[in-house]
């Protein structure tokens, strides 16, 4: 699945919150190939979004809610990360995802409620329409909604789904029971900065795979005391399978990484040393999953390393990344800003009081042969966190 919007309404710090993941018109010579859907060229989506603003602007829950919307649509569950996460809870909670299926070349919305501390759904509503081949986002969009809020009356057209679950018991049983019955094949895989942080999350490859050679060169870059990284196997049924790494620093210390990326003798790191072995299987999963459409989201692993390597870092991922997959990036790394990527690939998170909202800064800077890093500083897009009481603090302190 690609995601191409979604709307969040009271949950997390998310208020009337919508992110728009879909761009009108081709770019000449973008950086990012590939942002059409296969034989729909003008069907523009955003393949990489990098993710910005001050801590608590809501760039982790924002992650949180994908996850929990990919769980839903695919497991049909409900997660903790979302019911548990309700903002006010005497009123319900609204989450709705619009994206597309590359299989079928058909674009969805499926939207639901539910309330605070209980996993059960409040109501569910859901439509499809193809996606023709001359259709932009914005047209197939258009066509979507008018499905979505027909309440059925364009049940008949071809290729066209449509139900919900109404305002009884009964209605949100069927919704739920024709919910279960469509099938989606997507993968996805999230790491998040928040290490307790385990809204279960599964990768549809296995773990670090044979990815010793990558592994071996990030360690080496982050840390190069680092010698050699080898493989270590145990016997299963006299068959030899490979459980996970040795690292052999130059002073002869050792120790082992297992194929999780958990490691035994882990203070012989430091914490970014610690951090790059996460971020080495992280890849190795987006170099494995390049033909499966795949949501990957990358919560501030970085945030210990230089940001020199942190641009090289994304770089690689993004040519990595798969023709019909989505990268999802947050940081704080000004050196982002100016990587050569089109501004529609930033999305700016901003918290007015305490609702945060989503900023889309190619549609106030439309001109992608300039960087958007001055605006950053100038804190045009509300990024820079307000540090007034620190000095009204040194203020009252000097009298």
């Avoid at 190939?33 to 060229?41: I, Q, V, Y």
């Avoid at 059960?120 to 193809?130: E, R």
């Avoid at 023709?323 to 918290?351: C, E, G, R, W």
């Avoid at 950053?376 to 009298?399: A, R, Y």
Wanted: proline letters at 3%.
């Amino acid at each position: 699945m690609i995601f191409t919007k979604i709307e969040i309404e009271n949950l997390y710090s998310f208020r009337e919150s919508e992110i728009d993941l879909t761009f009108p018109k081709k770019l000449t010579h973008s950086t990012i190939p590939s942002e059409t859907l296969p034989g729909r060229d003008r069907f523009h989506f955003k393949r990489v979004c990098i993710l910005a603003g001050p801590n608590a602007s809501g760039k982790t829950a924002f992650g949180k809610v994908l996850c929990g919307l990919q769980n839903f649509i695919e497991k049909k569950i409900l997660v903790e990360e979302l019911y548990g996460a309700v903002t006010y809870g005497d009123i319900p909670a609204t989450v709705a995802a619009e994206f597309a299926t590359v299989a079928d070349l058909c674009l969805h919305k499926a939207s639901f409620s539910f309330m605070k501390d209980d996993a059960q759904i409040k109501s569910l509503k859901y439509a499809k329409v193809p996606i023709n081949e001359n259709d932009s986002a914005l047209v197939a969009r258009k066509r979507l909604e008018k499905v979505f809020n027909s309440n059925g009356s364009f049940k008949k057209r071809t290729g066209v789904e449509f139900f919900s679950s109404g305002s009884t018991d009964a209605g949100k049983l069927e919704a739920m029971e024709k919910f279960a019955n469509l099938n989606f094949s997507f993968g996805w895989q999230y790491l998040f900065s928040d290490a307790e942080a385990n809204p279960k999350l599964r990768s549809t490859d296995a773990d670090m795979l044979n990815n010793t050679e990558l592994l071996g060169i990030i360690l080496k870059i982050f840390d190069p005391s680092i010698q050699d990284v080898s493989e270590t196997f145990s016997s299963v049924d006299e068959k030899k399978e490979l459980n996970g790494f040795r690292v052999k620093f130059k002073n002869g210390d050792t120790a082992l990484v297992d194929l999780k990326g958990d490691a035994t003798g882990f203070r012989r790191f430091s914490k970014g040393t610690f951090d790059s072995i996460k971020v080495a299987n992280f890849i190795a999963r987006i170099k494995n999953s390049s033909a499966v459409p795949t949501t990957f989201f990358l919560d501030e692993q970085l945030a210990q390393a230089h940001s020199e390597l942190e641009v090289n870092l994304l770089n690689v991922m993004i040519e990595l990344l798969g023709a019909t997959s989505q990268l999802f990036f947050t940081t704080h790394n000004y050196h982002i800003m100016d990587m050569n990527l089109p501004n529609h690939s930033f999305v700016f998170l901003a918290k007015e009081g305490e609702f945060a909202r989503f900023v889309h800064p190619e549609k106030t800077h439309k001109k992608n042969d300039r960087s958007i890093s001055n605006a950053v500083k100038n804190n045009v897009f509300k990024t820079i966190p307000n540090v007034h009481l620190l000095d009204k603090f040194l203020e009252e302190s000097s009298v």
